[in-house]
């Protein structure tokens, strides 16, 4: 079951000064082919990315055995991946909200896709998605992802409401919720994209100052409306099973679970789009063990494992052929993480990457160490 902070959760990600200028690592050579195993991987993951159900399997087939250290945050992520791995760590299972901090920082190094036998079968929107690939060049093989999608109590919503505006009006001031997550200001920043198209946002992950400015003054006019932040699925579950809150941003895995309780909830994506997170694992600069490294990532990207991770977890597969694995294991389960997602559903999400200084389009904007600064100082539960 779930019991990890919303993926990406974390007071730094460092490396967002740069932009998109070449990543240090983008020429380096990436394996041609995948040798014998060199006995050992080192992971650096989110707690429930490595269990035994899919690890142990891995292990007997490859001879590869795994090491897991486990994060709680994206910060503890990048403070780990520092100098390429230290010669240790070999792959990491980063959010996009630190992704391409390892990429500028080069911490991560390039990966040939072609190695990877199920990467044909992803969704498109995640075999090359802007978080993980620049200038065609791949830095890691993306694996789950989540929609942040509007959960809201039917007893108090007749009908499905069609904005993100919702959480930000006083008609339920202190029964609503929003994760306690720095990279949530990019959502304020969509909602703004929509309502208010005089600020000119193209992308809520790349904001200049002013733009910024106005994502935070949304928040600040939103924070006496919130009842708690939650930093865990089970706090938010919990609000709502206790009618602390009736409406908030979540995951479609809080839905369920509160669904199964039966707490009277639905979820949904508004006319805005959302944001969403998207995981990748990375391949360290200095992995020691790199055909072990690539051994795991043909293994975690084929559609048995994956949906064994996605039921596990709480998440829905990169590889649309994880449904029917998914629905033997729990009935129902594809439709529910919308893992049989038409393309439009995708098209509205922005998956999260990391905020650079540079926007790449000329424009000055707002790094991720400002965004979480701020979350700190100015914002956060």
């Known amino acids: ?25 983008a020429a380096m050579p990436t394996l041609e082919s995948v040798g014998e195993g060199e006995g050992e991987l080192n992971l650096i993951a989110w707690r429930g990315y490595v269990e035994e159900s899919w690890t142990r399997p891995f292990e007997r087939e ?20 520092g100098d390429g791995g230290g010669g240790r760590y070999d792959l990491v299972s980063a959010s996009g909200d630190a992704s391409l901090g390892l990429i500028y920082r080069g911490d991560v190094r390039p990966v040939n896709v072609d190695l990877i036998p199920d990467f044909e079968n992803f969704v498109p929107e995640l075999q090359s998605p802007p978080h993980n690939t620049i200038d065609g060049v791949h830095y890691g093989v993306s694996l789950q992802w989540s929609p942040n999608v509007l959960l809201y109590n039917t007893e108090e919503f007749a009908r499905a409401p069609t904005s993100w505006g ?22 304020a920043a969509l909602y703004l994209k929509a309502t208010r198209p005089e600020l000119g946002i193209e992308d809520p992950y790349e904001l200049d100052r002013t733009q910024f400015r106005a994502a935070i003054d949304l928040l600040k006019q939103q924070r006496p409306l919130i ?21 908030g941003a979540a995951w479609p895995y809080q839905a369920i679970a509160l669904q199964l309780a039966g707490v009277p909830v639905a979820e949904t994506i508004p006319a805005e789009g959302a944001t969403g997170w998207a995981d990748t694992w990375m391949l360290a600069t200095g992995a020691p063990h790199v055909n072990c490294a690539y051994n795991w990532l043909r293994w975690i990207s084929t559609p048995k494992v994956q949906a064994q991770q996605a039921i596990s977890f709480g998440e829905t597969p990169a590889n649309r052929d994880a449904c029917a694995f998914m629905n033997r294991l729990s009935p129902g389960s594809c439709a529910a993480y919308h893992a049989d997602a038409r393309a439009s559903y995708l098209a509205s999400i922005w998956f999260w990457k990391t905020p650079m200084a540079d ?23």
């Open 359 to 381: 926007c790449g389009d000329g424009r000055t904007c707002v790094p991720y160490s400002e965004w979480q600064q701020v979350w700190r100082t100015e914002l956060a539960g």
């Open 62 to 81: 490859t001879g590869c055995e795994v090491d897991a250290r486990y994060a709680g945050s994206s910060d503890e992520m990048v403070s780990l991946m």
């Open 1 to 25: 079951m779930l019991i990890a902070a919303a993926c990406g959760g974390g007071e730094r990600a460092d490396g967002d000064g740069g932009g998109p200028a070449r990543p240090p690592t």
């Open 166 to 187: 919702v959480i930000y009006e006083r008609a339920h001031a202190g029964r609503i919720t929003i994760p306690d997550n720095p990279i949530h200001i990019a959502d």
């Open 227 to 247: 009842a708690k932040h939650w930093r865990l699925a089970s706090q938010e579950i919990s609000m709502f099973r206790s009618g602390d809150a009736v409406v």
